[in-house]
């Protein structure tokens, strides 16, 4: 998978603005049934926005596992939302 190029990032960054998160990752943490969820989204939306609780280095590893098991690209991470994108050709 290749990597997000900076200008295809800053485009990304932009239509997310609107967005609401999709899936919140509460008190239990990435629990599978989170990891699916996500996923799901991601083949709907490519485009999604994840609110995951917790402090900071938590909310780091947690972005790193979503992409890891996702195959998701992280796009943007501030405060509690992660920003997350996953081409998929069927969605536009």
Do not use: Y
């Not at 900071?56 to 992409?67: K, S």
């Amino acid at each position: 998978m290749k990597g997000l190029s900076p200008a295809e990032r800053q485009k990304l960054k932009g239509k997310a603005h609107k967005l609401e998160p999709v899936v919140n990752v509460g008190g239990d943490g990435l629990t599978p049934a989170v990891v699916a969820e996500i996923d799901r989204s991601l083949k709907s939306h490519e485009l999604i926005k994840v609110r995951v609780n917790g402090d900071r280095p938590t909310r780091d590893a947690a972005l790193r596992e979503i992409c890891r098991q996702t195959g998701a690209q992280a796009v943007q991470h501030i405060g509690k939302i992660l920003v997350l994108f996953r081409e998929n050709p069927g969605v536009k």
